[in-house]
């Protein structure tokens, strides 16, 4: 199984100050048919995960544009341009070019 | 808008079965892959089963493998899971997810608690 890790476990940040997620796989995630099926997801205390991010570096509808994508191959990057109290909760990336899909274990976004 | 309701969570004893159920609204159902994610307390998201839209595929994380089934019906716009020889280890909220290829989860429902215990 393709195995995810994500870094940092846990990340304090003040309000308005950047933010960076790392997300790595055991395996290059390009799809055969040339895609990279990387997702991130945000989970907020007590509701069910939203998507954020698909394919990488695509926005899901109603995204704020503070959030972005990059990455390649087997490194990917979640960014928040300037973190907002709405952003504190727990952050997955996910891929969907290997069967079983597989979870990084989750990186915990708080306000300092 | 698009909705996803599941149903059939409880408390079951080690061994015992049980049938989640998810009522999808709002969209083509039949469209769609459609996935079933699991969090245990406190844990992380762990993917579970996928079905394909009209149910020729279907895959599942190893660890349900002989055990659990996903499946789905088109007509009711309905997607379930039944849920065999059950563990302390599948104690967890199921969610179910509308999918596409290469993705579980562009929408996700409110989830419904399994807890496996004696």
């Known amino acids: 199984d393709v195995v995810m890790t994500q870094s940092p476990f846990s990340l304090p940040v003040t309000l308005g100050q950047p933010a960076s997620i790392s997300c790595r796989s055991s395996?290059?995630?390009?799809?055969?048919?040339?895609?990279?099926?990387l997702n991130w997801f945000q989970q907020r205390p007590g509701q069910s995960p939203r998507r954020l991010i698909y394919k990488v570096s695509n926005w899901d509808s109603g995204v704020p544009d503070r959030f972005s994508g990059s990455g390649s191959g087997t490194d990917f990057t979640l960014k928040i341009s300037r973190v907002e109290a709405e952003d504190v909760g727990v952050y997955y990336c996910?891929?969907?070019?290997?069967?079983?899909?597989?979870f990084g274990q989750g990186t915990k976004l708080e306000i300092k | 808008e698009v909705q996803l309701v599941e149903s059939g969570g409880g408390l079951v004893q080690p061994g015992g079965s049980l049938r989640l159920s998810c009522a999808a609204s709002?969209?083509?159902?039949?469209?769609?892959?459609m996935s079933w994610i699991r969090q245990a307390p406190g844990k992380g998201l762990e993917w579970v089963a996928n079905i394909k839209q009209d149910g020729s595929e279907k895959y599942y994380v190893d660890s349900v493998k002989g055990r659990f089934t996903i499946s789905r019906d088109n007509a009711k716009n309905s997607l379930s899971l039944q849920m065999n020889s059950l563990r302390a280890e599948d104690t967890a909220v199921y969610y179910c997810a509308r999918a596409s290829t290469g993705t579980s989860g562009d929408y996700w429902g409110q989830g419904t608690l399994v807890s496996v215990s004696s």
């Open positions: 709002g969209f083509t159902f039949s469209n769609y892959w």
């Open positions: 395996q290059s995630l390009v799809h055969s048919d040339g895609n990279t099926y």
């Open positions: 996910m891929q969907g070019t290997h069967w079983p899909h597989t």
